[in-house]
Each structure stands twice: as structure tokens, then as C-alpha cells.
């Protein structure tokens, strides 16, 4: 997310946001996703199976054992229709994937036959995986429910949730109002998220392989590839929104320590495309960052510089939260591995070799405080 250093200005675009599937209420969330397996027609097992009772619990299931997954037929995209059930055939195998690879933790590294799936990112695991308990209620905490679910229980429940509720509250922002709500206004996660069931659980089957000293070779895809596959896990620096507001406000940041730069550059190939190519096309138009330089007024420096500012706060609340779900737990996982002992292979042994690392592969907090700072280095001095 380099800066610009043309010395022409680019022209204003005036971006429709349904151009790029954003909506004006929902912003980057799916408005009303599907919530029915109808597409495996070929495996009895899961065609027309429900997943609106609560969300479908995928690993730990039979969909998620070897044994089932080695049976299902390959499946063909071409029989999908339409954007929504494309983002319900993502989902629905993505969980299956995570839950096979990591329900058995570090003992297994099986190769895994799968779908040629060119389907759509893995950030539906929150933007298109929720469902209105009262079709006609509010979009809030308690008429909410994931369509399908992971180990973690509530507090799997509470992070999806949270982390959607949190895209829903930086709408206002994709519209230039400032996005200090985001931090703000929406349920805290500290009261739905169990810090030791989020470090524990939930965050190892969110982990990918790429950059995981866990699969440090990556993932054979057989059929696919002959060769091991890497990619990386879910990560809020997949979220649109972020990149959205660096590139409208001009923020660049560095290739230093932890090459954060590139790796955020890294985390767009995971964004669905029509979001990337609405990110792209921010960086294309002249930003409030060169109007409020060419201007010379104070007001609108002082105005631009809140917006910064809001969004450097909003990072500095980001590591707060990892270092209570994070750090915090680790700590407390490490004087407790003894009496874990006894909960399971995803519970033992998957955080020692995740302990540092975001779910996404980053050296999370090296590369947490650098954005940050680099956010706050964005602000138009006098």
C-alpha cells in the first residue's frame, strides 16, 4: 500500500458503490446469504441439509472425517447460480476444510483431495456467514446467528458476530463520515469472546498454511497440485475496509522490519475481487490527502487530521484486543499445558507452534504497532 508519487493528479472517480457488490446499508457484508446446502447433489449426506438451526457445527462432524471427505464427489462450480450461492459453496467447503485439516491439531498433515476451487475468498467466514434469527428484526447481537459454526461455541459465536457487527459500523466511513464508531459503538468482545477458548480453540481452526510453522510445507491439494499449496489464514488485514480507508486517506506504509507493506499488499489477493478492484480504484482517485495539501486551510487540515487520527485509535484498540486474546492467553495457556493435557490435539499442541503468529502468518504484534504508527505519521502537519 505504497504512496502515490505521480506528479499529475488523477481524476475524481465517482464510485457506485453496487458496481463493486457494496451496499449502502450493509456495506462489504452479503445482504441476506443463503442459508441451505443445496448444491451437493451428489452426496447425499449433505444435500439439502439445514444449517440455519443455530449454524451447522462443520468440524468435529462426519462432513469434516477423512473418511466422508474422501468420498465426496468433486464438485463443479458451473452448477452454482448467481453470487450468493457461489458465497455458500465457499463457505460451506471452507469450514469443511479448516475442520478437516485442523480437528486431529499437529499430528496430521494429511494430503487432501478437494474441489479445483476458484470460488471466492475466505473472508465470507464473517460477510456472508450470518442470518437474522426474525427476518424482520434489527441487525444486532441477540437476532444474529453464524449459518455455520466451528468449535468455540458462544464465543466462536460472539467473535463472528462482533467482527461483523464492526464491518456493519464502518459503513458510514465507506461515505467519508469518520470511522472513530467503528472502535466505539458496537458489542465489545471482551463480553461475547472467552479470551481461552479464542486463543485455544477458535483461533487455530481460523489459521492457514502459509507462514505456519505447523504446516511449514504448506497443504497438497491432490488433483490440484502435485506440488504443496500455501495460503494464509483469516486476518482482519484482509478486511476491505481497512485498505479502503489507508488508500483514501493516503496512508503509506513501510517495507521495514516486518515487511508490512507487502504483506498487506499479500492480504488482498483474499479480498472477493469486486472489493479489491473498489480498493484499487480509491488509490487510482485524487485522495482528501492531496486536496487538503493543495487547499492551505487549517479547518480541513484539522478535519483530515481527526479522520487519521480515529483510524490510528482504532488500530491501537486492535492491539489491546490482541494482547488480551493473544498474548494474555498465552501465558496462561503455557502455565496450564499440563492440565490441557487432557482436552484434545487442537487444544495441546496447535498454540505452541501458533503462539506468535496472527492467524494470517504475521508476526502479529511487530507488524500491529508498525501500521499503526505508520497511520499516525499520515497526519498533515502545519
Known amino acids: 500500500m505504497e ?31 443463503l442459508v441451505g446446502v443445496f448444491l451437493f447433489e451428489g452426496s447425499p449426506q449433505l444435500a439439502g441439509q439445514p444449517l440455519h438451526h443455530r449454524g451447522l457445527g462443520i468440524a468435529g462432524s462426519a462432513p469434516c472425517s477423512q473418511g466422508f471427505s474422501w468420498q465426496m464427489p468433486q464438485l463443479s462450480p458451473q452448477q452454482l447460480r448467481g453470487r450468493e450461492e457461489l458465497h455458500l459453496a465457499h463457505l460451506v467447503l471452507s469450514f469443511i ?16 483431495l478437494w474441489l479445483q476451487q476458484e470460488l471466492l475468498p475466505p473472508s ?16 444486532e447481537m441477540e437476532n444474529l446467528d453464524p449459518i455455520i459454526a466451528l468449535p468455540g461455541g458462544e464465543s466462536l459465536r460472539g467473535f463472528i458476530l462482533v467482527t461483523l457487527l464492526v464491518e456493519k459500523a464502518a459503513v458510514p466511513g465507506i461515505k467519508l463520515v469518520p470511522v472513530h464508531a467503528a472502535a466505539h459503538d458496537t458489542p465489545c468482545c471482551s463480553y461475547y469472546v472467552d479470551p481461552e477458548v479464542f486463543y485455544s480453540v477458535i483461533r487455530i481452526f481460523l489459521s492457514g498454511w502459509k507462514d505456519n510453522p505447523a504446516m511449514a510445507h504448506g497443504l497438497i ?34 517495507q521495514d522490519s516486518e515487511h508490512a507493506a507487502a504483506f498487506l499488499h499479500r492480504m488482498r489477493e483474499y479480498m472477493p475481487p469486486a472489493h479489491r478492484t473498489f480498493v484499487e480504484q480509491i488509490r487510482g482517485a485524487v485522495s482528501p490527502r492531496h486536496l ?63 503462539e506468535d503468529k496472527g492467524t494470517g502468518g504475521s508476526h502479529i504484534f511487530s507488524f500491529l504497532k508498525s501500521i499503526r504508527d505508520t497511520t499516525r505519521e499520515g497526519m498533515i502537519r502545519a
Open 221 to 254: 491439494y491432490e488433483g490440484v497440485s502435485p506440488e504443496a499449496l500455501a495460503f494464509s489464514g483469516g486476518s482482519a488485514a484482509q478486511s476491505t475496509v481497512l485498505h479502503a480507508f489507508d488508500e483514501l486517506l493516503g496512508i503509506c506504509h513501510r
Open 3 to 33: 504512496g502515490s508519487v505521480d506528479t499529475e493528479e488523477p481524476p475524481l472517480l465517482p464510485l457506485a458503490l453496487s458496481s463493486f457488490h457494496i451496499s449502502e446499508e450493509f456495506g462489504f457484508l452479503l445482504p441476506d446469504p
Open 97 to 112: 476444510t479448516m475442520g478437516y485439516v485442523w480437528q486431529e491439531g499437529e499430528e496430521a498433515n494429511p494430503p487432501f
Open 292 to 354: 487538503m495539501l493543495s487547499s492551505g486551510n487549517p479547518r480541513l487540515r484539522a478535519a483530515f487530521n481527526r479522520c487519521v487520527s480515529a483510524l490510528a485509535e482504532l488500530r491501537s484498540y486492535h492491539i489491546t484486543i490482541v494482547t488480551k486474546y493473544i498474548a494474555v492467553a498465552a501465558a496462561k495457556a503455557k502455565a496450564r499445558r499440563a492440565e490441557l493435557s487432557e482436552a484434545g490435539p487442537a487444544v495441546r499442541k496447535a498454540p505452541s507452534a501458533l
Open 124 to 139: 465470507y467466514f464473517v460477510l456472508a456467514n450470518w442470518r437474522r434469527k426474525d427476518p424482520n428484526g434489527p441487525l
